[in-house]
């Protein structure tokens, strides 16, 4: 059994991201331990769990419990059963504070993500969390890392200042997926129009540049260790309509990459392969 190590923030995960991560990994055998900044429970974005807030009526507050489109955008039964299942381990009930944590003790590090700016700035902008992504990668340590987790380590820095990512094939949130949500959002919260978008581009920035995507590939040695679905996979649709998501027994909609003891993935629709994957990693490790 192996003990791994999943830091969150205190606010604005996203559910899936996390919770079927947790669920993967408890289903295969191993432990789980979570930190956030101040040592207490953290609370997933919650318009990912109600779909509360996801219509053209959602800022009314008699209306908005009403769901349309947020029923479609709110993580799927499954993970919000996992969220809820999660809520009640203990090892969510009291995580470790950020400053606590250390690589000593675990044997990997899985990063999942979330694109709420009111909490996942916290997450991505932590000097703490860089230098715990980066000390877990020196040690050549089983490292998860799904949609914006993966910005967070590319924001990790070796002595060198070169992105811990430099060398290696990953993928992350790509700009398709982000930018078909970001439309989306500016519509239907068209009084929170950046709500799919954790950071926004500045005058005379192209669009996309502060992306998942365009970020994290300035943080490589080439843009071509950036991968996405190959146009010729023969589940292309499935994989990048944003609209299928992977399941326990069925991984086709997954797209993951694998370089050494990184695996990277896109978004939640990826997160039983990905926490397969990683799982993976970590029995390599143990045999």
């Keep these: 059994m192996a003990k791994v190590l999943i830091p969150i923030p205190s606010k604005d995960f996203d559910p899936s991201e996390v919770a079927i991560s947790w669920s993967v990994l408890k289903r295969l055998g191993h432990s789980v331990v ?6 207490r429970p953290g609370e997933a974005d919650d318009m990912m769990i109600t779909g509360e807030g996801l219509d053209f009526w959602g800022f009314i507050p008699g209306l908005k ?3 349309a489109i ?15 299942n999660m ?3 203990p090892a969510f009930k009291s995580p470790l504070r950020w400053s606590q944590a250390r690589r000593e003790g675990f044997d990997g590090l899985l990063l999942p993500g979330g694109h709420r700016a ?5 997450y991505l902008e932590s000097d703490i969390l860089q230098k715990l992504v980066t000390q877990f990668f020196a040690a050549n340590l089983p490292v998860g890392a799904i949609c914006h987790g993966v910005l967070l380590a590319a924001r990790s820095r070796t002595a060198d200042g070169r992105s811990v990512l430099f060398g290696r ?3 992350a949130l790509t700009w398709a997926l982000e930018h078909a949500g970001w439309r989306v959002g500016r519509v239907v919260r068209f009084w929170d129009p950046s709500y799919y978008r954790t950071y926004g581009e500045k005058p005379g920035e192209p669009d996309g540049f502060m992306s998942v995507q365009q970020e994290t590939t300035r943080a490589l040695a080439g843009p071509a260790d950036f ?3 190959p146009a010729d996979s023969p589940d292309y649709k499935r994989k990048t309509s944003g609209m299928t998501r992977d399941t326990w027994e069925d991984g086709r909609a997954a797209f993951v990459v694998r370089d050494g003891n990184y695996i990277s993935a896109r978004w939640p629709g990826d997160a039983h392969t990905f926490a397969k994957a990683f799982a993976d990693r970590l029995g390599a490790r143990a045999t």
């Design 87 to 89: 809520l009640a381990d």
């Design 65 to 67: 419990r009403f769901t």
């Design 169 to 171: 094939r990953t993928t």
């Design 70 to 84: 947020g029923r479609l955008m709110r993580a799927n039964a499954e993970a919000r059963t996992a969220y809820t």
């Design 118 to 122: 009111r909490g996942m700035r916290q």
């Design 227 to 229: 991968l996405d679905v």
């Design 34 to 39: 979570f930190a956030t900044p101040d040592g």
